[in-house]
């Protein structure tokens, strides 16, 4: 462990300063915005979902109209559902994503990228406790699951202050998947942590 990179994250006040925390996942392209992608805020002192209209994309409702006339028709396809839920997430409507990735990781329980989603709305609804359950789940079944070590490190950073965990868990992410988008937000994570730290 880098003994400088934990006394400066130790001196932060993990987004206080700043007002906000933000759990998103990672697109392609870095971007939270896009297939599937969910940002959220939470000011100190509130539950953690607080949602962050600016990032909501605007549903197709024809689409979703099509996906679930599927998902009626075809009751163990945990894959329409898992896309359902994504554009439900994507524009910000976790309440409405949520039955749907919880049906499609009943489905398939082996669906780390469905249960990934599922950790990320429970997040927006402010429901930490199975979302940190959700992403152990996956690491569990993959310990190198990039999206989960991304999330779960953020929460023991942010909303924990797990400080050796979090950062134990980013630097495993960037072992494993050094060249994935995970492992570029978190490298830009960190950096942001030390301009705020150099600031302070």
């Known amino acids: 462990m880098n003994r400088d990179l934990v006394f400066f994250v130790s001196g932060l006040a993990f987004g206080v300063a700043a007002g906000y925390f933000v759990f998103r996942a990672v697109s392609p392209s870095g971007v939270a915005p896009g297939s599937p992608a969910v940002a959220s805020t939470a000011m100190p002192g509130s539950s953690i979902g607080i949602e962050n209209q600016g990032d909501a994309r605007e549903l197709d409702e024809k689409e979703i109209q099509t996906l679930e006339a599927q998902a009626r028709e075809n009751p163990r396809d945990g894959a329409v559902r898992t896309k359902i839920g994504g554009l439900y997430m994507e524009a910000g409507r976790h309440g409405e994503a949520l039955p749907w990735l919880e049906e499609a990781v009943q489905i398939d329980p082996g669906d780390l990228h469905a249960r990934n989603h599922l950790a990320l709305v ?39 202050q797990d400080i050796q965990g979090g950062l134990a868990l980013w630097e495993k992410l960037i072992e494993v998947a050094p060249d994935s988008p995970e492992a570029a937000a978190v490298k830009d994570e960190l950096e942001a942590l030390k301009s705020a730290h150099a600031g302070s």
């Open 122 to 160: 429970y997040l927006n609804l402010g429901r930490l406790e199975p979302a940190v359950a959700a992403f152990e789940e996956n690491l569990r079944k993959d310990p190198a699951h990039a999206p989960s070590l991304l999330g779960l490190g953020r929460i023991k950073l942010y909303v924990q």
